[in-house]
């Protein structure tokens, strides 16, 4: 029996053209240890809106019923190359009812249960999921666990990742954020300390309400002096930045710096030997990434996506860290949502307007049964 | 008996004023493991500009016999508040006669010998150096054996680094420098493949009549291009830039991307999985460092100094790289010189716009007893 249903698609043409629309397609039968999910609920994440939206012009898009043509500026449609003229699926991960299963024993188990996963192709109302990255979500709901992977697998591989590199303290940018809130939670629960940088006062207020002890504001006229005695307070040389283009990262090591050569006795032309460590692991801001030349040489800043490093940290770490997200999946790891769209009305202007503002707290679900 | 002698110090204080003058200074006795050397040899490296005269304004700074006084522009004054009223002494490396040892066996034995060394007060008559570093010359003149250290050392640092980090191929930004020159031989000699950066149709015929093979130049129109067929031909995803400001690094870290990306069979949002490594080892150009986000997240950019990757290394893989130095002097290491020195000529207006220009090709000796 054949399944048919709608999903979207993100298509990017040479010239630029844009095309994100909502088709219906046959789904294929599962095989191995493939499940085919009915999809209820899908969150619309900053990674998602890499190829749903990426720097398009949409306030000056066409709309029309379950679709939108928008332009793509240079230098983002060249940068894009890669995937030109290509039709794309979108939604990295959701939620919902395992209707099929191949023939693997881990795939029929699941038939009926309500798993997260993570497809690639969430925006859909079925898609086909590997069992291996299936959560069972037991009584929880599909809107509980709709989230249940990207933010929380992150937020915990940070600290997974802070650990094995012998680290006692973070430095986060952008931390009032659903995943900075978790990362409270999560450092918190394990002892290590924390430095929330946010841009409003109101969320100053809301990440103290939360127990944060070192949150600082990055719109405060004082803020490098905030943010030295944050660093100096929790000897936090270690960091994730989600912002990743301006001087976002490059304000916390001239900060992590200033704190080191205030701590030696005798002036080195080279800087401290204190190593600094940042990564970038958003682009919520897709200029340019602005290293001044102020802490010396002892700095080191990657790229750091989720899906190699759990593939470096090992089965037995990231089934640890599953089995934490699912014992926890309405406290530290619960998310929350502005609104419910379905797959139609995620692409009106007013929504897609919206949800690329990427305004803190107030993240879409897509719901495409709905 | 009390050494005297004319010393180089560099002072810049917090009001931006720099001032380099040469003084008459009486010299410590060498205790337990240090000596006293004589400096007759010490050349002027892009490191020992960085307190020599950074970002001062040379055009307009007051020249007089033995000093020049000259002012710091704004961001780099406020940068370098660490060091703001003291006064330095500067030279990492030269090479001289041992004149007189502390009480150590190691530091006694070798007085009366010629050595290089890394004493950071090389532009001085006599220098207090640790006998562990110094080196002994042999027949070796003090020429020969002035530059021993910094670039044959950084050179081989980063071929022990590369394979250390598994990789059997380099590229080098700015590779027309002395420095460069001595790793289009040290590759050839162990067997790696070198990308060769260079600005200069002069330098490719360089740098090929040397034996390299990769030689690309960004002064090209299509620079881009070939600099993506060398990384093609070479797989070098890992490389080492001494200019630093500017998109130097980010250039490379493009090409290297779109060669990887040319190699997938389905597109990635997220990028290619390879990871590409660059390592920032100078400020030849001293802006800001621009990264910009066209190369997904599997990167990794790091500053690299000479000193600390010294001491990860460990003391048996120093002692094979200072024998290989040794054994290869006026060979794979050897260093040319446009022009020689003395304390006082190496501070007139000439000479200090002349070195600070950093031509490749065009490096000064320093000679304090001339």
Chains 1, 2 share one sequence.
């Not at 200029?287 to 800043?301: A, V």
Request: with cysteine.
């Amino acid at each position: 029996m054949t399944t048919t249903g709608k999903q979207l698609f993100t298509t990017l043409e040479s010239d630029g053209t844009l095309t994100v629309a909502i088709e219906d397609v046959s789904f294929p039968e599962p095989t191995d240890n493939q499940v085919l999910v009915k999809m209820e609920a899908a969150p619309i994440n900053p990674s998602d809106l890499a190829i749903l939206t990426s720097a398009a012009d949409l306030e000056n898009a066409e709309y029309s019923n379950g679709k939108f043509v928008a332009k793509m500026p240079e230098p983002f449609n060249t940068g894009s190359k890669a995937r030109h003229g290509q039709k794309l699926p979108a939604g990295n991960e959701g939620a919902g009812t395992v209707v099929a299963a191949g023939d693997s024993d881990m795939a029929k188990a699941l038939v009926g249960q309500r798993v997260a996963c993570v497809p690639g192709s969430a925006y859909s109302q079925y898609c086909i999921a590997d069992a291996t990255m299936c959560l069972p979500l037991g009584d929880h709901s599909v809107e509980d666990g709709a989230s249940a992977f990207v933010n929380p697998m992150t937020a915990l591989g940070f600290v997974e990742n802070a650990k094995m590199d012998g680290q006692n303290a973070i430095v986060h940018t952008a931390a009032a954020s659903n995943l900075g809130q978790m990362l409270i939670k999560i450092c918190q629960e394990d002892g290590l300390e924390l430095v929330n940088i946010v841009r409003k006062a109101d969320h100053v207020d809301l990440l103290k309400g939360l127990g944060a002890k070192h949150v600082v504001n990055s719109s405060d006229d004082d803020f490098m002096k905030q943010l030295r005695e944050a660093i100096d307070a929790t000897d936090a040389f270690y960091g994730f930045d989600p912002i990743g283009g301006g001087q976002a990262t490059d304000n916390v090591f001239k900060a992590m710096e200033q704190v080191a050569v205030s701590k030696m006795t005798e002036y080195s032309r080279y800087g401290s030997n204190q190593q600094k460590r940042m990564f970038i692991y958003g682009r919520l801001d897709m200029g340019p990434t602005i290293l001044t030349p102020s802490y010396g040489f002892g700095w080191t800043l990657s790229g750091w996506l989720l899906t190699p490093f759990l593939a470096n940290a090992g089965m037995e770490t990231v089934t640890r860290m599953r089995q934490r997200v699912l014992d926890n999946l309405t406290t530290t790891f619960a998310s929350s949502y502005k609104t419910k769209v379905n797959l139609e009305e995620m692409l009106t202007k007013e929504a897609v307007l919206d949800y690329r503002a990427m305004k803190t707290g107030e993240k879409y679900l897509v719901t495409p049964h709905s």
